[in-house]
């Protein structure tokens, strides 16, 4: 194994990887990367001379926790992605039958020192690093919320949706990447919502007024003070709700992909009829080992998806909830009209929106930008409702909602 700490900068193909600074750059380029595929593909460059085992990655990317295969191919992928490989073409990163892989490029090490102009990042926590603390609390109803607080730095809520699931979305190649980026250098916290998860599915109340609650007890169980929120897609709605309640808590609002008005709030009479023919499928084929119903609202969420990332979602709709909690979530969504709320909201407030969004119209997140006095807004490219590593949008993404934190 080569010594680590000498080498600080290498350089490869078109590439230089700057461990102490935890930066991968494509010529002038900076590559945006997750904290896990970074460290993974420092250790594969820096034992570029023997080929790496699946238990020797674990061991030291994952920290001998228990991955699955799909979780370690995902992560692979991602390297390979990042440095301009794929698993067909292996110019750079090797597949060995039944032995492992190799990071098989020409690399140049540069010992180099720091400029006295440029001081260095402090470096990210590594995948190790990032454990998940999983806990639960009671809302007011008794409904027990699972919730976890997972990196270091100032606190970052994200306002729990359908469809989430703390231990599954952690591994998962959908939501990883934005999951990890974030605990890279924030205390992220989050939860499933209510019906959701690893909270409790059996509940009498799912609705908009439930969902604020939980997010008051999870910020309250956290012992956050103040604090940036972060609502997607449904999230937005309720994270508004929230922070016309609680302005002094939230410091900044970010919204991505939401709505103040649900599909029977807007007026269309086919967009109804479309949200109606979906709960009949959700009722009939939600809960079935078939995922082709499951496959229809997958498409809808992440239309430009990897077929692992079609499977994680199909998978993920069937272990989240119940056929019953997914109609009955469905139909308070469907309801939802917070367009009063939007006046009201007195925090800095950054909306984002991808422009083919194939869940929730474009027009939505500009309609809570021009409510909300003095939003900005930033209009992403691409077609996927939820955020994928690598979308036209990503790193826009991450740049405007970096940016927007720091003022």
């Known amino acids: 194994m ?7 900068h290498f350089l490869f193909a078109d590439h230089a990887l700057d461990v102490e600074r935890r930066e991968l750059r494509r010529g002038s380029e900076l590559v945006a990367l997750e904290p896990q595929v970074f460290d993974l593909l420092v250790y594969l460059v820096q034992n570029r001379d023997r080929v790496v085992s699946k238990d020797d990655l674990i061991a030291t990317v ?16 991602a390297v390979r992605k990042a440095v301009g490989d794929s698993g067909e073409e292996q110019r750079l990163i090797r597949t060995i039958a039944r032995k492992g892989i190799r990071f098989v490029c020409a690399v140049d090490e540069q010992a180099t020192g720091t400029p006295a102009q440029a001081p260095p990042k402090s ?11 999983i806990q639960f609390c009671t809302a007011p109803d008794g ?25 599954y979305d952690w591994e998962s190649p959908v939501w990883s990447a934005y999951l990890h980026t974030i605990a890279a250098t924030h205390r992220l916290i989050r939860y ?17 007024e439930a969902f604020v609650r ?7 169980a956290s012992g956050v003070d103040r604090f940036p929120l972060l609502g997607m897609s449904q999230g937005a709605s309720m994270s508004i709700a929230y922070a016309v309640r609680h302005p002094e808590r ?122 909300i006095p003095g939003a900005h807004f930033v209009a992403l490219e691409g077609r996927n409702h939820v955020m994928l590593e690598g979308d036209p949008g990503w790193n826009r993404f991450l740049e405007a909602v970096e940016a927007f934190l720091k003022t």
């Open 2 to 8: 080569r010594r680590r700490g000498t080498a600080l």
């Open 62 to 77: 994952w920290g001998g926790r228990i991955v699955s295969d799909s979780t370690l191919t995902s992560r692979i992928n």
């Open 123 to 133: 470096p990210g926590p590594s995948a190790a690093e990032l454990r998940q603390d």
């Open 143 to 167: 409904v027990r919320i699972a919730y976890c607080a997972v990196g270091q730095g100032p606190p970052l809520v994200r306002c729990g949706h359908w469809l989430t699931h703390l231990e």
């Open 192 to 208: 499933d919502a209510r019906g959701n998860g690893l909270s409790d599915w059996e509940v009498e109340d799912l609705s908009f």
């Open 214 to 220: 939980d997010l008051e007890t999870v910020v309250a």
């Open 250 to 371: 939230v410091t900044h609002l970010v919204l991505y992909g939401g709505f103040a008005r649900g599909v029977r709030k807007r007026g269309s009479e086919k967009a109804i009829a479309q949200s109606d023919a979906l709960m009949t499928l959700m009722r009939d084929g939600w809960g079935q080992e078939n995922p082709a119903f499951r496959q229809i609202f997958t498409t809808r969420f992440v239309p430009d998806g990897t077929p692992e990332q079609f499977q994680w979602f199909n998978d993920l709709q069937r272990i989240t909830t119940s056929p019953e909690n997914a109609v009955r979530i469905r139909q308070t969504v469907d309801n939802v009209d917070i367009t009063d709320l939007l006046p009201q909201v007195r925090v800095p407030t950054l909306v984002l929106h991808c422009r083919d969004d194939a869940a929730i119209p474009f027009e939505e997140g500009r309609r809570i930008a021009a409510g």
